[in-house]
């Protein structure tokens, strides 16, 4: 079973899973109706789900993945995270990444979709705007290629059966309604960093609107477009060995809601 949420082969359907940092939860709830035999939790340190329907097999939870995820060890079929590069300094990477191997079953499959922010085809605005965005991450100790070296990471923890695969999203109109969603993501995305970019000191504010509106026009001229990768692998061996003990469930949980994975098939990968 794999569907335009998830490239995992989820057969046999998972029993329980978790969405790492899932932001408004419609992934989780899009999962959750996409199989109701399946119990769902959504964590996210921020209460930015909304407040309205909750399906029954979906739970919330405000939990900091820095502190350990708050699920016993062996007990997830299937972890799910989307989008957390930007939140994740270089140090937290593999702790989360043990994380996920401490709380899957022997056979539970971890998916993680994840961007290195990088626009390619762009000219010299997209150019300031890499620029901005490597800065700004680099102000909070991150690294945003950190991501590439996901594959590395899980063989080294032991899982198996990884693959991959390229999204590619267009940005701004010459793509059309994924274009457009796009570049109003990562739009909003520069205004979420914009207090890094500016102490950062490699823009002012007077300069701001200029290189946005002077890159909404070259993003047609120059078709500019990121990528995103998706990787799954399995959790091959049982293990005990180098593991942390499980941490305690957080409080504040919600019973009964990521934007949607990428859908553009288009892979314009360069
Ligand atoms: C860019 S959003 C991605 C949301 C969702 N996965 C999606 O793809 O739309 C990153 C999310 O990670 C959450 N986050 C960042 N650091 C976190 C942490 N230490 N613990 C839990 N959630 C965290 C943020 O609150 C935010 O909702």
Same mark, same amino acid.
């Given at each position: &079973?794999?569907?335009?949420?998830?490239?995992?082969?989820?057969?046999?359907?998972?029993?329980?899973?978790?969405?790492?940092?899932?932001?408004?939860?419609?992934?989780?709830?899009?999962?959750?109706?996409?199989?109701?035999?399946?119990?769902?939790?959504?964590?996210? &340190?921020? !209460?930015?789900?909304?407040?309205?329907?909750?399906?029954?097999?979906?739970?919330?939870?405000?939990?900091?993945?820095?502190?350990?995820?708050?699920?016993?060890?062996?007990?997830? !079929?299937?972890?799910?995270?989307?989008?957390?590069?930007?939140?994740?300094?270089?140090?937290?990477?593999?702790?989360?990444?043990? $994380?996920?191997?401490?709380?899957?079953? +022997?056979?539970?499959?971890?998916?993680?979709? $994840?961007?290195?922010?990088?626009?390619?085809?762009?000219?010299?605005?997209?150019?300031?705007?890499?620029?901005?965005?490597?800065?700004?991450?680099?102000?909070?100790?991150?690294?945003?290629?950190?991501?590439?070296?996901?594959?590395?990471?899980?063989?080294?923890?032991?899982?198996?059966?990884?693959?991959?695969?390229?999204?590619?999203?267009?940005?701004?109109?010459?793509?059309?309604?994924?274009? $457009? &969603?796009?570049?109003?993501?990562?739009?909003?995305?520069?205004?979420?960093?914009?207090?890094?970019?500016?102490?950062?000191?490699?823009? /002012? $504010?007077?300069?701001?609107?200029?290189?946005?509106?002077?890159? +909404?026009?070259?993003?047609?001229?120059?078709?500019?477009?990121? /990528?995103?990768?998706?990787?799954?692998?399995?959790?091959?061996?049982?293990?005990?060995?180098?593991?942390?003990?499980?941490?305690?469930?957080?409080?504040?949980?919600?019973?009964?809601?990521?934007?949607?994975?990428?859908?553009?098939?288009?892979?314009?990968?360069?």
């Amino acid at each position: &079973m794999a569907s335009s949420y998830h490239p995992t082969p989820l057969h046999p359907p998972p029993r329980l899973a978790v969405d790492v940092g899932c932001g408004t939860g419609i992934w989780t709830m899009e999962m959750a109706a996409e199989i109701p035999s399946c119990h769902w939790y959504g964590i996210d &340190m921020c !209460d930015v789900q909304p407040p309205t329907y909750i399906a029954p097999n979906a739970t919330f939870e405000l939990q900091d993945f820095r502190q350990g995820l708050g699920y016993q060890d062996e007990t997830i !079929d299937y972890v799910h995270q989307q989008g957390l590069t930007l939140s994740l300094p270089v140090k937290d990477w593999i702790q989360l990444l043990h $994380e996920y191997r401490r709380i899957l079953r +022997k056979g539970g499959w971890v998916e993680i979709v $994840e961007t290195d922010w990088r626009l390619l085809r762009t000219g010299p605005y997209g150019d300031r705007i890499n620029e901005w965005v490597r800065a700004a991450a680099r102000y909070r100790h991150i690294d945003v290629r950190r991501c590439r070296a996901i594959p590395e990471m899980l063989d080294d923890l032991g899982f198996t059966d990884s693959q991959r695969t390229t999204i590619s999203l267009p940005m701004g109109t010459w793509g059309q309604r994924i274009g $457009e &969603m796009a570049m109003d993501n990562l739009i909003e995305t520069l205004e979420a960093l914009q207090p890094w970019i500016l102490a950062a000191g490699c823009c /002012n $504010e007077s300069s701001w609107n200029e290189v946005l509106d002077g890159w +909404k026009d070259e993003c047609s001229s120059h078709q500019t477009f990121l /990528n995103a990768k998706v990787y799954w692998a399995k959790k091959g061996r049982s293990k005990s060995e180098g593991s942390k003990s499980g941490g305690s469930k957080s409080s504040g949980s919600k019973s009964g809601s990521s934007i949607s994975s990428p859908t553009s098939s288009a892979d314009l990968s360069v």
